[in-house]
């Protein structure tokens, strides 16, 4: 068995929509159980169990949000016993504008995973165009980044962002997997 956990802020939906994506692609391997958590209801015991934790934040003011942030210090709990040492980790971002600095967001997710002793997994799917429906429009590799227009969640992130982000799960699963198999 793989839990995971995709654990997320989302002001007003579109991040969350992206968590769900993940998890739905993170489901489609075997014998994987993965759930999205958001931070206004975090389980730290079902993040304990989990195998990968997937950490996904809104860009707000070029930063991780700052709930998700709080998130970030309350887990100074657990990091004083390393409690998530060697788990799988990895990291997505959403922001308004194209760019609009999801990279530093996307660094500090990074360094926090670093600060857990945690095993970053990088996404290594070449984009297929930049288009509303093309995969990794953004090119992004350290991370999952999308983009969500000034619309309804239902809308937007765009159909391609919503696919990679499926795609995004998938890895993370199979790659957490066969850490499993490596550590058996
Ligand atoms: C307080 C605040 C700050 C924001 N700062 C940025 C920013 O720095 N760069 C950007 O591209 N978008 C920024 N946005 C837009 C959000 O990143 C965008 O609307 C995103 O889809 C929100 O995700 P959510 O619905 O999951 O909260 C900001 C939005 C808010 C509310």
New binding site residues.
Partial sequence: MTPMVVI???????????AHCITAGANRVADVQAQAMSVSDIDWAVLSAAEAIIFG???????V?ASFKQFMDDSSRTWFAQGWQDKIAAGFV?????????QVALQQLQTFAGQHGMVWINFALQPTGTGADDLNRLGSYSGLM?????EA?EH??PKGDRATAEAFGQHIAERTQRWQRGAA
Avoid: C, R, W
């Avoid at 934040?57 to 930063?63: D, E, R």
């Avoid at 959403?94 to 999801?102: E, I, R, V, Y």
């Fill in positions: 997320y802020h989302s002001g007003f939906g579109h991040t969350e929509q992206i934040a809104p860009v707000y003011m070029g930063s949000s959403n922001s308004g504008a194209l760019s609009g600095d999801k999308t983009q969500a227009d000034n969640p937007t992130p």
